[in-house]
């Protein structure tokens, strides 16, 4: 008899964890697919997931204010820290306790910076259902998922746990592809960060606010700050509150003070930058919109972070692992800077601030028409517009003029610009002098093609890129 029952009840045992591991999987293969975009939450939690154990220095929560405004690769080419935007969309900061918890499970970051935006009312305007189901889906099947689900619907917290039953439809849509590793997680190249290409109008104007009024925070809000404030405070791990450039209203501005004032009686440190305006010289829109920063507003935002962080505290180790990933994307923010504007002060700034080489081509063809300043910035560049054909390298803060053809080497590639104003790279033709003058940007220390665009003077500035 006893035999029996302990029969039955091994057989029940393999059924419900063989039923489990039915629905464990078809959820993982049923999992939906976001659309590419720089907002693409699941591609920012796959990353992380793929992220090798105890390899972040710096780990970042918030809402998309924290993954436009932090650039990890500006922070690593800066101090040799490795960083992670742990983020999502509109993200509740009830659901940021959650990123935490599991960001804990395989990190152990030596500082956390959390943005509050999540705790002001402009926040809500983008917080729906749906904003909670982006932010939860992804994270991985365990307790932190299902109490993160019970925030959205307490009674059906175990059926949203498994995408089978929410998703079941994408059945149709799968082939082999889908049923391939489907637990596994893709890198994330960019570290969480979302890039703005930057703009050069400025269409906002915005001061700094002066208001010293309190409002209380939502005490539910509130209560998940005290919890993500008592878990790192446990794990003795740092805790940073920011709050990232936009256009911030009155009532937002009296509820962060209120957050500060908890912060002071805490003892963590707060970096309110809509009070740093002017410190970082940061404009609206060149740095940023009214709600987002841009490639430009990152670096500013970033960089002070980057000082903060080496001012006050210390790290142990730096991992080297991703170093090459990391420059790769530093260059990639380069050609951000420079692309879709074409200002000679911000283009002089870069090549003076940061490692590039700049190949020019200028060659006379057509009347070229210019006012007295415009003349002398292009010849501020080291352009002398009286010769026919000229070749123009501008590296270490110096111009060179070369007789004949420009042939460098950076980090084992080849780059050739010959005098007919062809650009070659690794002996491969990219293409030709058709206007008039040509910009080659090169990151020195990855050899990456940071831009390339070419000008041509008509009745007015034309800029083409490729």
Not at 295 to 304: C, F, I, L, Q
Request: charged share 25%; hydrophobic share 35%.
């Amino acid at each position: 008899m006893i035999k029996t029952c302990l029969k039955g009840s091994i057989k029940l045992i393999i059924l419900c964890v063989s039923i489990l591991l039915c629905l464990f999987f078809s959820s993982e293969i049923l999992r939906p697919i976001d659309l590419e975009s720089k907002d693409n939450t699941q591609d920012k939690v796959d990353g992380f997931y793929a992220l090798d154990k105890n390899s972040l220095n710096v780990l970042v929560l918030g809402t998309s204010h924290s993954y436009y405004a932090f650039n990890p690769a500006i922070l690593w080419h800066e101090t040799g820290l490795t960083s992670y935007v742990f983020a999502g969309q509109c993200q509740p900061i009830e659901v940021t306790y959650y990123y935490l918890l599991e960001a804990l499970k395989t990190q152990s970051p030596e500082v956390v910076i959390l943005d509050v935006f999540a705790l002001g009312n402009q926040s809500t305007m983008c917080q729906t259902e749906g904003t909670y189901r982006v932010n939860i889906q992804d994270l991985n099947f365990g307790e932190n998922k299902y109490n993160a689900y019970k925030l959205l619907d307490n009674q059906n917290a175990i059926e949203n746990l498994f995408d089978v039953s929410l998703y079941h439809e994408r059945v149709t849509d799968l082939d082999f592809n889908s049923l391939e590793n489907p637990s596994t997680r893709k890198f994330n190249p960019s570290f969480g960060y979302s890039l703005n290409y930057p703009k050069n109008q400025i269409t906002w104007d915005r001061n700094e606010l002066e208001i010293s009024e309190r409002v209380k925070p939502d005490s539910r809000r509130m209560e998940y700050l005290y919890k993500i404030m008592d878990v790192l405070e446990k794990k003795g791990i740092p805790l940073i509150l920011i709050k990232t450039p936009y256009y911030i209203d009155d009532e937002d501005a009296k509820i962060y003070n209120s957050i500060w004032d908890v912060a002071e009686e805490r003892n963590i440190p707060v970096i309110d930058f809509n009070q740093k305006l002017k410190e970082l010289n940061f404009i609206f829109d060149i740095d940023g919109d009214s709600w987002h920063t841009n490639a430009r507003g990152a670096m500013k935002v970033t960089s002070y972070i980057a000082n903060e962080l080496l001012e006050k505290y210390s790290f142990s180790e730096n991992y080297e692992q991703y170093n090459a990933q990391y420059q790769v994307e530093y260059a990639k923010t380069l050609y951000a800077l420079y692309s879709r504007q074409f200002n000679f002060e911000i283009l002089r700034d870069y090549f003076d601030s940061t490692g590039v080489t700049v190949l020019i081509n200028y060659n006379k063809k057509g009347p070229i028409e210019l006012n007295n300043e415009d003349l002398s910035n292009y010849q501020s560049l080291g352009i002398d517009f009286s010769l026919a054909n000229q070749l123009i390298s501008y590296r270490n803060h110096e111009f060179v003029i070369e007789d004949d053809e420009i042939n460098l080497e950076v980090n084992n590639h080849h780059y050739k610009l010959d005098s007919n104003g062809d650009l070659w790279i690794d002996n491969q033709w990219i293409n030709s002098q058709d206007t008039s003058l040509k910009f080659i940007v090169i990151d020195n220390e990855t050899g990456y093609l940071v831009d390339n665009f070419q000008i041509d003077f008509l009745d007015q500035l034309y800029i083409y890129r490729k």
